[in-house]
């Protein structure tokens, strides 16, 4: 059995690009190396290669676009990100989603330039279709919950446990995250109870007066 893994989305807050990205990387490269569970931190396209050059942190990019490289102006091309040194990728973030045809272009792509894959999802069909791409992660997030502080671990467990079944019955190999409204270490137990492999939040760690306290809380029920 893998440890779960937690991932941070930075998103577009105000606390999370150029110098206080630093401070949020600092304190969960601290937390990862002290607990010896993995985190794995999602900063906008700007931060990437300043965080994989500093820490010691997996970095994922927040989306890719499933273009391949030649004339694209404005798209985000895999092995760009790759390069900069981002090891993996959100894929259909509900803040960034696209039609299940690019889903499957930006997976292909990732899987092409050798990103990991996190394809996000709103419900439990959408969790079954991710599946069907055969994506490293699933990740379940119910978007009235996004960014409320009200954790789906609490809120809406059944989506959890039906978007597991739902991926695994798809490909077993896919593992499933959950998130939305995940905060403390509570959450995270009851989330990896429910059957998934780890969990994907943002604001109760980026938007934290410290962002370490909640770090080490996060960790400290796994
Ligand atoms: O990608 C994580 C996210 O959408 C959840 O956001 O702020 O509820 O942890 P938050």
Redesign the pocket.
């Known amino acids: 059995e893998e440890k779960p893994v937690i991932m941070i989305?930075f998103k577009t807050y105000n606390e999370s690009y150029g110098f206080r990205a630093h401070d949020i990387a600092e304190a969960a490269e601290t937390v990862a190396e002290e607990s010896g569970i993995e985190i794995v931190i999602c900063p906008g396209f700007m931060d990437i290669h300043p965080m994989s050059n500093h820490y010691r942190l997996p970095v994922f990019a927040q989306h890719i676009d499933g273009i391949s490289p030649g004339a694209h102006t404005g798209h985000i091309l895999a092995e760009a990100v790759r390069a900069a040194g981002a090891t993996g990728t959100l894929i259909n973030?509900?803040e960034r989603r696209l039609t299940l045809a690019d889903i499957s272009a930006a997976v292909d792509a990732a899987k092409r330039a050798n990103l990991k894959t996190v394809v996000?999802t709103n419900n439990t069909a959408t969790s079954g279709a991710a599946a069907a791409l055969s994506p490293d992660y699933v990740a379940i997030?119910p978007p009235e919950?996004?960014?409320?502080g009200i954790s789906v671990a609490t809120a809406d467990p059944e989506i959890i446990e039906n978007s597991v079944n739902a991926v695994k019955s798809v490909n077993k190999d896919v593992k499933v995250l959950a998130?939305?409204?995940?905060s403390s270490g509570s959450c995270v137990k009851r989330a990896v109870e429910l059957g998934s492999d780890g969990v994907?939040?943002?604001?109760?760690v980026v938007k934290a007066e410290d962002p370490a306290v909640v770090l080490r809380d996060l960790v400290s029920k796994i």
Do not use: F
């Open positions: 989305n973030h509900s996000c997030e919950l996004i960014g409320s998130g939305a409204g995940i994907l939040l943002a604001s109760g």
